[in-house]
């Protein structure tokens, strides 16, 4: 048991020279999930500019499936020094906004939200977005020199909830038919208005993980058998 853990130490310590001498930024595992899913996410907009808005669609939720356990993932590494702590907020931050802030809006200019105030709206989402990543990046930092709890709480719904609604909005694109276009801009509005509204949001417990996960999961099933 002990050779095991020094040889996880050793290799984490591996790991960490190779970025400083080769590269810069900080390469453990806790930062896999979030490079993961960007990529994910950048390969998402190259189906969506192709017309595989599916494709695109999938990558979405797997972007947000790699958010949900990243952190979970980060804080299992109890001996993160604080810039790692930080270069993590950072770029999760900045992963989020590419994943869930930009591949939206890529999507629904790819199926057909193309008029000038559509592509106002999506693109205010994306602001909106972004706005919401740099308070919370200001305010989580600063919790964390005051306390090691875990936070309970959002101020304002988390952009990553674009890797549900989106999805789930999707499910009723046959519905929709040609009317889809513009109920994914209003969709758009009312995600990035939840962004930045001061309203309190609880973070979701192990359970809630559970549920999203199952959601996005039959989401998934329904999105593939009604193309």
Known sequence: ETGGILLTQLRERLT????????????????????????????????AVQGKIIAAVICLMF?????MFDGIVARTKKDRTDEEKRFGIQLDSLSDIVCFGVLPFVIGVSVGAREWWQIAIMALFALAGL?????????????QQQTDEKRKHYLGVPITSSALTVPLLFCFRGLLAGAFPIAYTLLLLVNGALFVV???????????????????????????ICR
């Open 16 to 47: 960490n020279k190779l970025g400083m001498f080769f590269l810069i930024g900080f390469y453990n595992y806790t930062v896999w999930l979030t490079f993961i899913g960007m990529l994910s996410s950048v390969v998402g907009m190259g189906f």
């Open 131 to 143: 706005i919401r990543l740099a308070y919370y990046n200001v305010t989580e930092e600063t919790r």
């Open 63 to 67: 972007s947000g499936f790699c958010d």
């Open 198 to 224: 001061p309203v309190q949001v609880k973070k979701p417990s192990k359970t809630g993980l559970a549920v999203m996960l199952v959601i996005g999961i039959v989401c998934t099933a329904l999105i593939l």
